[in-house]
C-alpha cells in the first residue's frame, strides 16, 4: 500500500477546489497552480501551497504539461489529479507523470490513448460485444466515403473527430448542403482522415454510468444517471439513477459497462456513456476515463466520495461497498452564458452572488463574490446539487434552491433551468421520452423568449459587497513563482479598491487583459462592422478561416471560432470577395476585435473597383 502526503492538482476552478477539500479530510496536503488571473481564485486559497504556472491562456497555463510537471517536483508533491478538461485525457502526461515516479490519479496512460481514441473505443466496444452507434470503425479517406454510408443509412449523419470529445469535433449533416459546408471548412487540412462516421439519433436519451474498478478486479455501477438536457452536445442538466429506464435496461447497462472496464484492463473511476432510444435500443457512445463533471450527483445518492475512491484505487486498497442508491439527485451547471443570446459564453464581473442554501443542497463553486469572469479557460462557474428522498422532492428543492440564487453581474442559464423545471416535459410521469438530447436545441428554447432577460440580477435586500473594517489586511503576493499572503497595517499599501475596501488577499499583480479594438461592439450578435469588417461575437480561438481572395456569397462560412467546446461559423454578411485575413488559426481573439475584411461585390455582381 502506498501512501500519499501531497497531491497537485492539475486543473482549476471548481474541480481543484473539489479536490483539495477531500485531501484535506483525508490529511494529505494539497498544491494548486494557478494561471496569472487565477492568483486569488477559492481554489488557490483553499490548497495548502500554490504555485504560479506563469501565463495567461490555456496553453501556457492548465494545458502545460511541461510547467505542471516542473511544479509538481519543485512543490515535492508525489501525486498529480487531473481533475476534467486540460490534460485528464492526455495519455502522454499521464505517462509523463507516472516516469516521473509520481502516482497518477487516474487510469493508465494505455488505457486513456485507448479509449480517447474513438475509433479505437468503438472497436473496443464490438470486441466486448458492446454495440456502438451504428457507423464505421475506420477513418473516412474521401468525400465518397460520406456519400457511401448517406446513399446506405440517409440523412441525418454525424462525423466525429476520432480525438474528439465534450462536444468538440462533431458535425451533423442532415442534407446535402451541410455536405459541401462541411467539404468547404475543411478543403485545406487533414480532418477527414482524423473522422468517423455514425448515424446521428435524433431522438435518444444520454444515459450513462458511473463506474469504479480496483486493481484487485473488483468492479461495481456506482449509479445511473441521465444527461439529456443538453446544448451543443455539452450537458446542463444530470440527475441520478437515470429515471423511467425500460425493464432491463439497468442490467444491460450494468453487464456492458463491465464488459468495457474489464476489456481494456481499467482500474480507476470512469464513465461509460450510452444512447437510448424510446424503441428500447442502447447504444453504446464512449467511456470518459476520468472523473465526470456530473460526479456530485452519483456520490449523493450513493454516499460515497468518489475523489476518495480514486486515491484509495492509487493507494492499491479495495473499494469501498457502498450501500444500494437511494433517493433522487439532480445538478445544475452554473455557467456563463447569456440566454438572451442563444447561451452563448459571456463575461462580467460578479458583483454580487447570493447562494442557495438548506436541506439536500450541495454547492461546487469555482467563482467568489467580486471575481471577475473571463471566457479564457471555462464557461463553468459553480454546480448547485440538489437531493430529495424521491424525484419530485429533489424537483422540488431544486426549484426552491434556484429561486434563492442570485448573480450580478454575469449572465447564468438559471432562468431557463426554472423555466424547464416547471414544463411537464421534464418533470411529468411520462417523461421518460419526451425530453431527448436535442429536446432543449429544438423544441423547449425556441418556444421560450430569453431576449429580455435580466438574470444578472440585484443582491437581495439587505446584502452588502464592503468587508468590515480592520486594523490588519491581507494581500496576496508571488515570491519565486510561489503564491504567499501578506498581513500587513491597515493603510500601509494605498492599492485598495473602490470606496476603500478591498477583498481579502487582494493580489499585487493584476491579470494582464487583452486590449479590445477601439470602437468594437460588445454584443455577442455584432458580427460586421459597416465598413465590412466581420468582427469576433465573443472571446474565442480561431481555428480555420478562408483564404484571403476568396469570392464568397451570401451566408458562406469565413471563419470558425471555437470557444468553451463550442464551435461558431462566421459567414458572409452579403456577396463579395474576402481581402484580408486579420485573425489567423490559432489567434486568440476578444469580442469585437476584427477576423476579416469582405469587399462586396457591386450592383452588376462583381467587386466595384
Not at 460526479?295 to 450501500?323: M, N, Y
Not at 416547471?422 to 421560450?448: I, M, N
Amino acid at each position: 500500500m502506498r501512501t500519499l502526503h501531497k497531491i497537485l492538482i492539475a486543473n482549476r476552478a471548481e474541480i481543484a477546489l473539489r479536490v483539495i477539500r477531500t485531501a484535506t479530510d483525508l490529511g494529505i496536503d494539497t498544491v494548486a497552480v494557478y494561471a496569472d488571473q487565477d492568483i486569488d481564485a477559492p481554489f488557490v486559497r483553499a490548497a495548502t501551497e500554490a504555485w504560479a504556472l506563469g501565463g495567461t491562456t490555456t496553453g501556457q497555463t492548465y494545458a502545460s504539461a511541461s510547467r505542471i510537471l516542473d511544479l509538481a517536483r519543485r512543490s515535492g508533491a508525489d501525486a498529480v489529479h487531473p481533475g476534467y478538461g486540460f490534460l485528464s485525457e492526455d495519455p502522454d502526461f499521464a505517462r509523463a507523470v507516472a516516469d516521473a515516479g509520481l502516482v497518477w490519479l487516474g487510469p493508465d496512460a494505455k488505457v486513456i490513448r485507448a479509449l480517447g481514441d474513438k475509433i479505437s473505443a468503438r472497436r473496443i466496444a464490438e470486441a466486448a460485444d458492446v454495440p456502438p452507434v451504428p457507423g464505421l470503425s475506420d477513418p473516412l479517406s474521401s468525400r465518397t466515403d460520406v456519400e457511401g454510408f448517406i446513399a446506405a443509412h440517409g440523412f441525418p449523419v454525424v462525423l466525429k473527430r476520432a480525438d474528439g470529445g465534450g462536444g468538440r469535433g462533431i458535425s451533423v449533416l442532415a442534407g446535402p448542403a451541410d455536405v459541401d459546408l462541411f467539404f468547404a471548412r475543411h478543403a485545406d487540412d487533414d480532418m477527414l482522415g482524423a473522422c468517423f462516421i455514425e448515424r446521428f439519433i435524433e431522438v435518444a436519451r444520454h444515459v450513462e454510468t458511473q463506474c469504479a474498478r480496483d486493481a484487485l478486479g473488483s468492479f461495481r455501477v456506482v449509479s445511473t444517471r441521465d444527461c439529456s438536457i443538453q446544448r451543443r452536445n455539452q450537458k446542463l442538466i444530470e440527475e441520478a439513477p437515470a429515471p423511467f429506464l425500460p425493464p432491463g435496461v439497468d442490467g444491460r447497462l450494468d453487464e456492458w459497462s463491465r464488459r468495457l472496464f474489464e476489456r481494456v484492463g481499467y482500474v480507476g473511476v470512469g464513465t461509460c456513456e450510452f444512447l437510448l432510444e424510446p424503441d428500447g435500443r442502447v447504444w453504446f457512445l464512449e467511456v470518459n476515463p476520468r472523473l465526470q463533471v456530473e460526479h456530485p450527483v452519483s456520490e449523493e445518492v450513493a454516499g460515497v466520495d468518489l475523489v476518495e475512491e480514486q486515491i484509495r484505487i492509487a493507494r492499491g486498497l479495495p473499494l469501498t461497498v457502498p450501500p444500494p442508491p437511494r433517493g433522487h439527485s439532480f445538478e445544475f451547471r452554473i455557467t456563463s452564458e447569456d440566454p438572451a443570446h442563444g447561451l452563448v459564453p459571456s463575461a462580467g464581473r460578479a458583483t454580487g452572488v447570493s447562494w442557495p442554501s438548506g436541506p439536500g443542497v450541495r454547492l461546487e463553486l469555482g467563482l467568489a463574490e467580486g471575481d471577475e469572469v473571463q471566457t479564457a479557460f471555462d464557461s463553468m462557474l459553480a454546480k448547485i446539487v440538489v437531493t430529495g428522498a424521491t424525484r419530485e422532492q429533489a424537483l422540488a428543492r431544486s426549484r426552491r434552491a434556484l429561486d434563492e440564487f442570485s448573480i450580478t453581474g454575469v449572465p447564468t442559464p438559471v432562468s431557463v433551468y426554472r423555466d424547464i423545471l416547471d414544463d411537464p416535459a421534464f418533470t411529468g410521469e411520462d417523461a421518460g421520452f419526451s425530453v431527448s438530447t436535442r429536446w432543449l436545441e429544438t423544441r423547449f428554447l425556441p418556444a421560450h423568449d430569453y431576449s429580455g432577460d435580466t438574470e444578472a440580477a440585484a443582491l437581495p435586500s439587505g446584502a452588502s459587497h464592503a468587508d468590515p473594517a480592520a486594523q490588519r489586511r491581507a494581500y496576496t503576493i508571488e515570491l519565486d513563482g510561489r503564491r504567499r499572503t501578506l498581513t500587513l497595517p491597515q493603510g500601509l499599501l494605498a492599492a485598495v479598491g473602490a470606496g476603500g475596501h478591498a477583498r481579502p488577499a487582494q493580489p499585487l499583480r493584476a491579470a494582464r487583459q487583452a486590449p479590445r479594438a477601439a470602437g468594437a461592439a460588445a454584443g455577442p450578435d455584432a458580427a460586421l462592422r459597416a465598413d465590412g469588417t466581420l468582427v469576433a461575437p465573443m472571446q474565442a480561438i480561431v481555428v480555420h478561416a478562408v483564404p484571403a481572395g476568396t469570392h464568397v456569397e451570401a451566408g458562406d462560412l469565413v471563419v470558425v471560432l471555437e470557444a468553451m467546446k463550442m464551435e461558431k461559423h462566421i459567414q458572409a454578411p452579403c456577396p463579395g470577395t474576402v481581402t484580408e485575413i486579420i485573425a489567423d488559426p490559432g489567434a486568440s481573439v476578444a469580442p469585437g476585435d476584427p477576423l476579416a475584411r469582405i469587399a462586396a461585390d457591386g450592383p452588376g455582381g462583381k467587386e466595384e473597383s
